[in-house]
C-alpha cells in the first residue's frame, strides 16, 4: 500500500534529516502521512496521522516516522549516492 502524505514546508524546513531508528542514514522528508477520514471516506478526504513520511536518500521506500525521532541534517554530513552519515565519496554543501 502506498501511503499518502501532506507536503509542510514549514514544518520540515531542512533538506535533509537524521532518523533516530536508523542513525547512520540520511533522509528526505515527504511530510505528514495522511489516511482516509473515517467519517468521510467516500468524499476523498485525507487527514493527518500525526506521523511522517521519510524516505532514505538513495531509496524510494516510505518510511513511517515519528517527528520528534526526526533531525535536521547538515547538507554536506552524508554521501549523496548511498545516503550514509559519514561517507565522504560524494559529499557536497
Not at 520540515?12 to 547512520?24: E, I, L, M, T
Amino acid at each position: 500500500m502506498k501511503r499518502n502524505y501532506e507536503p509542510d514546508d514549514a514544518a520540515f524546513n531542512a533538506d535533509y534529516y537524521k532518523v533516530r531508528q536508523f542513525p547512520g542514514i540520511a533522509f528526505c522528508v515527504l511530510g505528514w502521512e495522511t489516511e482516509p477520514d473515517e467519517d468521510t471516506e467516500w468524499s476523498g478526504y485525507d487527514v493527518r496521522t500525526g506521523r511522517v513520511l521519510a524516505v532514505m536518500v538513495g531509496d524510494d521506500h516510505r518510511h513511517v516516522v515519528e517527528p520528534d525521532d526526526l533531525e535536521p541534517l547538515a547538507n554536506d554530513a552524508f554521501c549523496r549516492d548511498c545516503g550514509q552519515i559519514g561517507c565522504g565519496c560524494n559529499m557536497y554543501a
